[in-house]
């Protein structure tokens, strides 16, 4: 028993009771003999697991359903636009600040309330007759979002010992990726066998089957030295940084970098990051205590997830588009494709957390990202001819070098942070993939249209085509940067015709080509900061039930 104690407790005293559930141990207290399900750790990672699917699964399903959106209710691109980049917005700012809501008034509490206020607007965006109730409802969607993530991985970080955390991370992964790669085929089947309302109203039997676990199985764990008060003043200042960032990538391809309103957001963003940080070293009791950054494998975890994120989700983001129409596939059939990708993740993320738990996280972590980059670089050779085969073999080695990262990073982050700031560890790995994918998106975009830009009249040139009457040739840039060859004009023979589609199709591959360089030079990056990672040293949660 004292052996136990020892190892649930890391030496410190006891605590008493939680506030909110009498009687029930404190988290670091020894292991009391196990009272039904309620605290299990694993069917506490089943339970969080079906309410993270939900935020998984809308993340891909709903761009499928974004077109039917667009012509049943006449919205303007802008507007469809609004449905991506609304929830964007609202899950980027809220994430940290979630995250500190668990830490003070529980993860229990903030993971049901998450899943409560996500299933019901999930609910309101079917029953929505207009794109501005679907926009308004989707912030919604985003901010309940935020509160589910974090709080998941402190019921996570809560409930198992050190020594199992990462194999419950490496669940956890497979999970979400399991639910993005069902996301563009499910939505697929949803828009073409029912309707585009079903994508969301799906998530609604999800979330009634996630609460009723929820209430029956999770243990409302309290860090002994949980925070008490709230620094509204650092809530502000990050929720203003965070937002002038997210809405400078994303609006920066439209406005362009070089525009004074995105360089004024991206200047305000970094003056009030700059604010924040001043602040959180003065506060009493800070958003994101800085000395958590004293933590070199935390900061080195944290760093690793925005360039994991920066080129996976900038660099696949360009092969949607690739198969689609290049290859002239269907959503269901892209969605397909991928599956060697996601697969992958889905058998490796479990095998990375116990390697993990094993020899630790640096070389699994080192290796995984060299394994990316050799399939990014491997990706940046396909052709408008690449078959099945040449695919899936490199989708299948990216989703072999992604797993370990997606698990050991969020290991790294969780585990080297104090208990009590569980919470915010969450949140701060969640802000780090949607950083990096921003960024990454935003970057690597303009990598690709400045490419596609160059090589199309080129390419146009040497394949001896006619020259583009005047202001076609922009708007011709415009379609090859997403690889659309526009309808030759009336009359064409079929022979100029193909050409035109194939000088369009090389263009955009050339710069997906070189979109997909620039992620595998920063995947090669991430190898070098990956060295700077170990495992936590403060333990996870008490050893029950295991």
Same mark, same amino acid.
């Not at 809560?158 to 955390?165: G, I």
């Not at 860090?223 to 920066?252: H, Q, Y």
């Not at 360039?307 to 290859?327: D, E, R, W």
């Given at each position: ?55 998984? %699964?809308? *993340?891909?399903?709903? +761009?499928?359903?974004? /077109? =039917?959106?667009?012509?049943? $209710?006449? #919205? &303007? ?62 912030? %919604?969607? *985003?901010?309940?979002? +935020?509160?589910?993530? /974090? =709080?998941?991985?402190?019921? $996570?970080? #809560? &409930? ?72 509204? /003043? ?6 203003? #940084? ?305």
């Amino acid at each position: 028993m004292s052996s136990q104690t020892s190892t649930a407790t890391g030496g410190r005293t006891p605590e008493p009771p939680g506030p909110s559930e009498p009687g029930a141990p404190g988290i670091s207290e020894a292991p009391e003999p196990r009272r039904g399900v309620r605290g299990h750790p694993w069917l506490t990672l089943v339970t969080v697991a079906i309410g993270i699917t939900m935020v998984a %699964l809308d *993340g891909t399903i709903v +761009a499928i359903a974004n /077109p =039917a959106i667009q012509k049943d $209710l006449g #919205a &303007s691109l802008a507007d469809v636009q609004w449905i991506t980049n609304g929830y964007l917005l609202a899950l980027a700012v809220a994430l940290i600040t979630a995250g500190k809501l668990g830490d003070r008034f529980g993860h229990r509490q903030t993971f049901l309330v998450g899943v409560v206020g996500f299933a019901a607007a999930s609910g309101a965006i079917g029953l929505g007759g207009s794109v501005s109730l679907v926009v308004a409802f989707r912030v %919604l969607q *985003g901010l309940f979002g +935020a509160l589910l993530m /974090p =709080a998941a991985l402190g019921l $996570l970080r #809560a &409930s198992f010992p050190a020594q199992k955390l990462n194999a419950a991370i490496g669940v956890w992964g497979a999970v979400i990726g399991a639910s993005t790669a069902a996301g563009p085929i499910v939505g697929g089947l949803l828009v073409e066998k029912v309707n585009w309302e079903s994508v969301f109203f799906i998530n609604v039997p999800v979330g009634l089957l996630a609460l009723l676990l929820g209430l029956v199985i999770l243990r409302d764990h309290r860090a002994e030295k949980a925070p008490r008060s709230f620094d509204i /003043p650092g809530i502000v200042l990050l929720s203003g #940084a965070m937002f002038c960032l997210i809405w400078a990538l994303i609006k920066a391809p439209t406005w362009g970098w070089s525009d004074p309103s995105t360089l004024g957001f991206l200047g305000g963003s970094l003056v009030a990051f700059l604010v924040f940080g001043f602040w959180e070293s003065k506060a009493k009791e800070p958003l994101v205590p800085l000395s958590m950054f004293r933590s070199i494998p935390l900061t080195a975890g944290t760093v690793l997830m925005v360039l994991m994120a920066f080129g996976f989700m900038g660099g696949i983001f360009f092969v949607t588009f690739y198969l689609q129409n290049v290859h002239g596939m269907t959503p269901v059939e892209s969605g397909i494709r991928l599956l060697p990708l996601t697969a992958m993740m889905i058998v490796a993320s479990p095998v990375a957390g116990g390697l993990i738990s094993k020899i630790g996280p640096r070389i699994p972590l080192v290796v995984a990202m060299l394994i990316a980059g050799v399939a990014m670089f491997g990706l940046s050779t396909l052709d408008a001819d690449a078959g099945a085969a040449v695919t899936s073999l490199w989708f299948a080695l990216l989703g072999l070098g992604l797993a370990p990262v997606m698990v050991g990073a969020t290991d790294v982050i969780v585990g080297n942070a104090p208990l009590e700031h569980s919470g915010v560890a969450g949140g701060l790995q969640q802000a780090a993939m949607q950083v990096g994918g921003s960024l990454g998106t935003a970057v690597l975009g303009v990598v690709m249209a400045t490419r596609v830009d160059s090589a199309l009249p080129e390419k146009w040139a040497d394949a001896k085509l006619p020259p583009l009457p005047p202001g076609q040739e922009d708007k011709l840039k415009s379609a090859a940067e997403v690889g659309v060859a526009p309808p030759a004009p009336a009359g064409t023979p079929a022979q100029l015709a193909e050409a035109m589609r194939n000088v369009v199709h090389e263009s955009f591959i050339s710069g997906m080509g070189l979109a997909f360089t620039c992620a595998g030079v920063v995947a090669v990056f991430a190898a070098g900061v990956a060295f700077f990672t170990k495992r936590g040293k403060n333990d996870a949660g008490p050893a029950v039930h295991v």
